[in-house]
C-alpha cells in the first residue's frame, strides 16, 4: 500500500526557515514525481513544487521560487522542501504528493501538514 | 500562467441528482487536466486525470470530458459520500495551476 508520511510543519516567524519532510513506501520512490501543495486556511490548493523522477529537474510556482527549495533522497524515500525568507502569505497546510509519470496526476497524497508564519 | 476558472463555485444540490461541474482554460492544455475530491481536513484525493481516464477504485458515476480549454465534470447520480469540493487541475504546463474549487453542498 503507497504511503507518504509528512513532517516538520511548525510555526515560524517571519523571515525565518523551515524545512519539511515527505517520507514515501509501497511504491518505487526514485521513479516517481514528487510534488508540494499548499492550500492556506479556508482557501483553495496552490501548486508549489515538483521534482521529477529519474534526475528529470526541478520546477517552482512563481510565489516561491527563489525562496524554497526541492530536493530529494532516493536513498531514504524522502522529499525535501526547504523554505526561507517565510512570508506571513506562506501560511499553509503543505501537501506532498506523488505522480506515476508522464502523463498522469497526482494520485497519491501526503496527510498534510501545518505551516504558520506569524511573529 | 495558465488562469484556471470553474463555475459554479458553490452548487446546491440533493442525493441522485445529476451534477455537473466546468473548468475553463485560459489556453490550449490538450487533455493535460486532473480533477481532484477534497472533504474538510482531509487530503484531496485524485478522481480523472488524462481529462476523462478515472482513476482506479473511483466510483463509476464519475466521469470527465474535454479537450483543449473546455472540461467538465459529470457526477451522474450524487451519492451522500459526495458532497465535498472539487477542484481542476492543469498539468500541461509548468507552472501547474488549480481552479479555484467548487464546493457541493446539501440542497
Known amino acids: 500500500e503507497v504511503h507518504l508520511l509528512q513532517s516538520g510543519g511548525d510555526l515560524v516567524q517571519p523571515g525565518g526557515s523551515l524545512r519539511l519532510s515527505c517520507g514515501g513506501s509501497g511504491f518505487t520512490f526514485s521513479s516517481h514525481d514528487m510534488s508540494w501543495v499548499r492550500q492556506a486556511p479556508g482557501q483553495g490548493l496552490e501548486w508549489v513544487a515538483i521534482?521529477?523522477?529519474?534526475?528529470?529537474?526541478?520546477y517552482y510556482g512563481d510565489s516561491v521560487k527563489g525562496r524554497f527549495t526541492v530536493s530529494r533522497d532516493n536513498s531514504r524515500n524522502t522529499l525535501y522542501l526547504q523554505m526561507n525568507s517565510l512570508r506571513v502569505e506562506d501560511t499553509a497546510t503543505y501537501y506532498c504528493?506523488?505522480?506515476?509519470?508522464?502523463?498522469?496526476?497526482?494520485?497519491?497524497w501526503g496527510q498534510g501538514t501545518l505551516v504558520i508564519v506569524s511573529s | 500562467d495558465i488562469q484556471m476558472t470553474q463555475s459554479p463555485s458553490t452548487l446546491s444540490a440533493s442525493v441522485g441528482d445529476r451534477v455537473i461541474i466546468t473548468c475553463r482554460a485560459s489556453?490550449?492544455?490538450?487533455?493535460?487536466l486532473a480533477w481532484y475530491q477534497q472533504k474538510p481536513g482531509k487530503a484531496p484525493k485524485l478522481l480523472i486525470y488524462k481529462a476523462s481516464t478515472l482513476e482506479s477504485g473511483v466510483p463509476s458515476g464519475f466521469s470527465g470530458s474535454g479537450s483543449g480549454t473546455d472540461f467538465t465534470l459529470t457526477i451522474s447520480s450524487l451519492q451522500p459520500d459526495d458532497f465535498a469540493t472539487y477542484f481542476c487541475q492543469q498539468y500541461n504546463n509548468y507552472p501547474w495551476t488549480f481552479g479555484q474549487g467548487t464546493r457541493v453542498d446539501v440542497k
Open positions: 489556453e490550449n492544455i490538450n487533455t493535460w
Open positions: 504528493a506523488k505522480k506515476i509519470g508522464y502523463g498522469y496526476a497526482l494520485d497519491s
Open positions: 521534482t521529477v523522477g529519474g534526475g528529470g529537474g526541478f
